[in-house]
């Protein structure tokens, strides 16, 4: 059975920073497109960044990019989600999310607030 567990979440001032964490269990997370993804209130969810399957290479959201690192470390079957500069708006639950040829699964979800 696939698991994917956040860890990280938290309530953080504008401009600072925070590191989420995402385990995978029962898998490998070499072998998926691994995700992160946030959802905020009344709003769609929307894809953050992603590691595509068996590389290294990450991709982001323009609402992101130069701001938040997305790495993966096979060894530990995890991938995290380096955040600065954080905004008001980065305000969401954001949910890790491995992806391949129409198979997905979820975590449960981690709640980011950031608020002055």
């Known amino acids: 059975q696939v698991q994917l567990i956040e860890s990280g979440g938290g309530l953080v001032h504008p401009g600072g920073s925070l590191n989420l964490s995402c385990v995978a269990s029962?898998?490998?997370?070499?072998?998926?497109?691994m995700g992160w993804f946030r959802q905020a209130p009344g709003k769609q969810r929307e894809l953050v960044a992603r590691?595509?399957?068996?590389?290294?290479?990450?991709n982001y959201s323009d609402s992101v990019r130069g701001r938040f690192t997305m790495t993966r470390d096979v060894a530990k079957n995890t991938v995290y989600l380096h955040m600065n500069n954080l905004e008001i708006k980065d305000t969401a639950i954001y949910c890790c999310?491995?992806?391949?040829?129409?198979?997905?699964?979820w975590g449960q979800g981690t709640q980011i607030a950031v608020s002055s």
């Open positions: 999310n491995a992806d391949f040829l129409n198979t997905e699964h």
């Open positions: 590691i595509v399957r068996k590389t290294d290479d990450a």
């Open positions: 029962g898998t490998s997370i070499y072998i998926w497109d």
